[in-house]
């Protein structure tokens, strides 16, 4: 993953994204791609899973986006350590002072500045938090289970305990349930009518 990138990284030069007023995405397919590819590494890793959206909106959940957004585009200070210097140069590219690291990211974004190219990354944190709450469901919960047996399994990895009691509580509320069945009836009766047959 990432090959690309690392030949530009190696040559001492970033992927520049530029996104146009008014679109989501870059239109340059391999921008596009890099773009969310590394946007969905830094969400895995450091969003945790709310039950919808609008739990992001509040102070914490922005702080949360920030600091997926700051993972995709900003450089990262430590402070200087020989150990960390050996460890972050076989992985990253770093630029070392006296006294700090920066490690370097792999793309030029700007999302410090309300614009463009943050509404694109963070539509695309908004679309990849929906898809892992949708793989999550998928994946580890049994309608045939009561909420209690649901609960005594381990949560997913990369997932916290309070995530996951959400979650299932979210999952297991009779009005969820019968928001998602109506939801898949229409989907089933949209792909009926629409002469595919």
Known sequence: MGHGLEKMLSRGKKLVIQVAEGKKRPEVPLQAAKLASETGVALRDN?????SWKLYQNEVGQAEVGKVLNKVAVRHQFPSSKNLVALLSSHFNIVCNKSFVC?????????????PSKAACTDIIKKGVRQTRYHLKRKYFDESLSREQLLAKE????????EWIKLVDY????KNQVHARQF???CIYATCTCGCE
Do not use: A, F
């Open 47 to 51: 969003l945790p899973n709310y039950t």
């Open 103 to 115: 490690l370097q990211s792999r793309l030029e974004v700007d999302v410090r500045n309300e614009g």
């Open 155 to 162: 949560p997913p990895p990369k997932m916290n305990k309070e």
């Open 171 to 174: 999952w297991c509320d009779p």
């Open 184 to 186: 898949m009836i229409l």
